[in-house]
């Protein structure tokens, strides 16, 4: 297999793993490379040094909508002599070497003649894979899966090998994934929701999300805390995600809403709308886990999940890295990072063969992070005193939870505000409590919500207020019209 110019790193070991184990003997080897990874890029290069060698290649996708993506992927690292499986399709033609199809249109057709297969999203299992891998035409030639997340029950049945490119604490150590910071601003009872095929049951899950507080919670959080980034919010099914997108619209916030009903232009317009800021939040169910390289630079999860593959598929969505992106902040409404652990703690070595019972078993060497109960700070779980803030919890009796103010489980520390950027927050109340005709102190109060104390000492000049404290502002009255209601 040859390779494409100017891979990274890992996407080159990655094919030298893969001829290796090809020449080693098998017949089914696993890539997986995580999200931001270059999975298309290194699924060029193996097509690539297929027709360097005159092979004929079939490439697999798992929905139609990849079908064009793939195309254009391919075309953009000159792979030109394609044809695709797709009726009334433009580019269809069965004499091209390299045939695209989804697995759909391939369980209904007869097989193209090729000498190499590359399935994509190879996690995703379908009845079809079994009769396909096991032909008598296929026995010998190399059918090579792709996946960031390879860790389906029972996937080590189908694949004989695992090569790992590269994991997501590597890539974002190496600066090719963006680092994240995670939020938990607040913590929903699921005690009543069954467990069903290893996650949540979606019924149940759907109730106890779509709640007025936490629905609400996940509203003002983005105010107070996203900054306007482009978001991304995982809802738990239509009802949930159309209630979300809802709320945000009546707070002021552009908003859109995509389900798997939502055409492929409309997806289109509103990646479109998300990248010029006329939309900032696009609420979604299900759908864009997979495939979608948006410029997303917030995640609001408030789709609480047991399942490892489909958790990291959504974390992955605001990993990649885009010109002027520091960070990604994720808003975890679901304890899910309390649950699985951070996206980068995530690995595994070895495809499940589905002899033992999968039970979010990896290869982690710690336990799960635990919180410290007074800096908030997510610490290893053996340590017992905080590496932020050195506090050492003794033996309770029990333990009192009440409402608190958002909490970063990141472990990092922000530095407190300088008296020039408190200043700067104290002259935009006031500016919007004139402009606004609010009773002499309102700027105060708010300025006291905030900070702790008054604003003594600071100047009464008022500035123009800026997105940020707006949105402020606009929270602490949605808080408040919260609090008068209930």
């Not at 697995?103 to 190879?122: G, N, S, Y």
């Not at 007074?374 to 939870?401: D, I």
């Not at 402020?472 to 808080?479: E, L, N």
């Amino acid at each position: 297999m040859g390779k494409l110019d100017n891979l990274r790193p890992h996407q080159t070991r990655a094919l030298s793993s893969l001829r290796q184990s090809i020449g080693m003997g098998h017949r089914r080897p696993m890539v997986q490379a995580p999200t931001g990874a270059g999975k298309t890029v290194l699924a060029a290069a193996i097509v690539d040094g297929a027709r360097r060698k005159q092979k004929k290649v079939l490439f697999v996708v798992p929905a139609l909508s990849l079908i064009d993506q793939t195309v254009e992927a391919f075309y953009s690292e000159g792979l030109t002599e394609v044809g695709v499986m797709q009726a009334a399709h433009h580019l269809t033609d069965w004499t091209q070497p390299i045939q695209v199809a989804s697995v759909q249109t391939l369980a209904r057709r007869p097989m193209p003649p090729a000498d190499l297969a590359i399935v994509d999203e190879a996690h995703r299992r379908h009845n079809f894979y079994r009769r396909w891998f096991a032909a008598p035409e296929w026995r010998a030639k190399p059918i090579i899966g792709l996946s960031a997340t390879p860790w389906t029950p029972g996937l080590g049945k189908l694949y004989d090998d695992l090569i790992v490119a590269s994991t997501t604490a590597e890539l974002i150590e190496g600066g090719y994934l963006c680092p994240f910071r995670v939020y938990a601003p607040s913590h929903p009872d699921l005690s009543a929701v069954r467990t069903v095929a290893g996650d949540f049951e979606e019924r149940g899950l759907s109730a106890a999300m779509n709640k007025t507080r936490l629905i609400a919670d996940v509203v003002q959080t983005w105010l107070e805390r996203a900054e306007g980034r482009p978001t991304l919010c995982f809802a738990v099914d239509r009802a949930h995600a159309k209630r979300l997108h809802m709320e945000f619209e009546a707070a002021g916030v552009p908003a859109a809403y995509i389900d798997a009903y939502t055409s492929g232009a409309e997806r289109r317009e509103i990646e479109r709308q998300l990248h010029a800021a006329e939309v900032k939040v696009v609420c979604n169910v299900g759908c864009l886990t997979t495939g979608v390289d948006w410029d997303v630079r917030c995640i609001i999860l408030a789709r609480p999940t047991k399942s490892e593959i489909l958790f990291v598929q959504m974390m992955g969505r605001g990993l990649r890295t885009a010109p002027g992106k520091d960070n990604c902040i994720i808003f975890d409404h679901s304890d899910t990072h309390l649950r699985l652990g951070f996206v980068s703690d995530i690995h595994h070595e070895q495809l499940d063969n589905g002899r033992e019972r999968q039970s979010n078993k990896r290869d982690r060497p710690l336990p799960l992070p635990q919180e410290c109960p007074k800096c908030s700070f997510l610490k290893p779980a053996k340590v017992h005193m905080c590496p932020s803030c050195g506090f050492k919890p003794e033996r309770q009796p029990g333990v009192e939870v009440e409402e608190g103010e958002l909490i970063e489980i990141t472990g990092s520390k922000k530095a407190p505000m300088t008296v020039a950027e408190k200043q700067s927050w104290y002259s935009q109340f006031l500016h919007i409590q004139r402009a606004r005709g609010y009773k002499r102190g309102w700027a105060g109060n708010l300025y006291r919500q905030k900070f702790g104390s008054w604003p003594r000492g600071l100047s009464e000049v008022t500035t123009e207020p800026t997105g940020v404290v707006e949105n402020y502002v606009k929270s602490r009255q949605i808080a408040f019209a919260k609090r008068r209601a209930a």
